[in-house]
């Protein structure tokens, strides 16, 4: 009996096309970061075993769901846009849960970061431009 026969990987419906299946994948991998990060933080603040609890589980479920995500996209892909998310998110969080103020200057920072990201994720790949450039004469 193996890890898979207990926890199989979850099965994208055939249909989807693998664009949409990386698209879901990386904002259930954001949700689920964002949730057990707010539920270590909720942890480290007030010692709740019970957000321990729940932000170990969603860490477990996250990382089931990004294995489950690779059967099907791009490891890059997945994991830089998860990233973007999960950044995007938790800037958000901290300014209106826990107050933080971030300057003007930070905040451009944040914005040209988030920029340089997307531009990794959705800029396409080396060998699909240089085919692109090679086909074109």
Do not use: H
Request: proline share 4%.
């Amino acid at each position: 009996m193996s890890v898979t026969d207990v926890f199989p990987l979850i099965k994208a419906p055939a249909a989807w096309p693998v664009p949409v299946v990386a698209t879901v994948a990386m904002v259930c991998l954001a949700g689920l970061d964002l949730l057990g990060a707010v539920l270590a933080k909720e942890w480290a603040e007030n010692g709740s075993a019970r957000a321990l609890v729940l932000g170990a589980g969603a860490f477990l479920v996250l990382f089931w769901v990004y294995a489950s995500s690779l059967k099907y996209a791009e490891l890059a892909l997945v994991t830089m846009g998860w990233v973007v998310m999960l950044q995007v998110g938790l800037v958000l969080i901290d300014r209106w849960r826990y107050g933080v103020e971030l300057p003007t200057g930070k905040w451009v920072a944040i914005g040209v970061v988030l920029l340089a990201q997307a531009y990794l994720v959705l800029a396409p790949a080396a060998e699909q431009a240089g085919a692109a450039a090679g086909s074109g004469g």
